[in-house]
């Protein structure tokens, strides 16, 4: 119970951007839970390069492969090829950022975050320079917009992000995830929603072996059955 605790203090302080707090609840899950301590290492890195400690945080991620215990569990093996990243280039702080954002977007929490940290995860995400990281940039910044109500800039950064991942072997869950958020948006009008579930199809269809396949798969067949639905009335 207390390890819960743990946790959920540890990812509210994350959505509030406590980045302290957060680490000291994440450190503890990572030292006492029995599950993927090859997750809470990889998010206890990021924390500890937030908050100034890019020397740790870099030898923190050289030890999350080793940590691995389940090879084909999708959590573990994302991770793992993220850390694996650090190895080869020191961490900055910027792309730490995007990373815990990224964590908080595939978990679905953005939502759940209050409009002040919203703007203030935009601003951060505005702030990215690396071209390399554009696609994820354009994705989480897609994400944002969407929840803040900008409709048009989310579909803007959403399209921008499918197109500039499209051919990126090492993120390859961002296209497939754009598609699927511009579907959900084109879906929520009448004059678009043709344009949708064409979207969803080639979603469905035309990405496969990506990060979180049977995450967003189980997304998509979900709404195909609220649209199957939605027509039968």
């Not at 989310?154 to 051919?167: H, K, P, T």
């Not at 035309?206 to 027509?231: A, C, P, V």
């Amino acid at each position: 119970l207390q390890l819960l605790c743990s946790y959920e203090i540890g990812w509210c302080c994350i959505m509030q951007l406590n980045w302290e707090r957060a680490l000291e609840n994440i450190v503890r899950l990572k030292l006492e839970s029995k599950w993927s301590v090859c997750y809470y290492a990889y998010l206890t890195a990021l924390l500890e390069g937030v908050r100034g400690d890019l020397k740790k945080c870099q030898e923190m991620m050289i030890e999350v492969p080793k940590l691995m215990k389940r090879k084909n569990n999708q959590l573990e093996m994302f991770v793992v090829r993220k850390a694996k990243v650090f190895q080869k280039i020191p961490p900055t702080d910027e792309h730490l950022k995007l990373l815990i954002f990224e964590i908080v977007y595939l978990w679905k929490a953005f939502p759940n975050c209050e409009e002040e940290n919203l703007k203030q995860m935009l601003k951060e995400c505005e702030n990215v320079a690396n071209p390399c990281l554009k696609g994820l940039k354009h994705l989480i910044l897609a994400a944002l917009h969407k929840c803040l109500g900008n409709t048009t800039k989310a579909v803007e950064y959403f399209q921008s992000a499918a197109q500039l991942s499209e051919s990126d072997l090492e993120d390859g869950h961002i296209s497939p995830f754009a598609f699927y958020e511009l579907s959900i948006i084109m879906l929520e009008s009448k004059h678009s929603e043709q344009k949708g579930v064409q979207l969803l199809k080639e979603c469905k269809e035309n990405f496969s072996g990506y990060d979180f396949e049977n995450r967003l798969q189980m997304r998509i067949h979900s709404t195909e059955l609220r649209l199957k639905e939605k027509n039968r009335t």
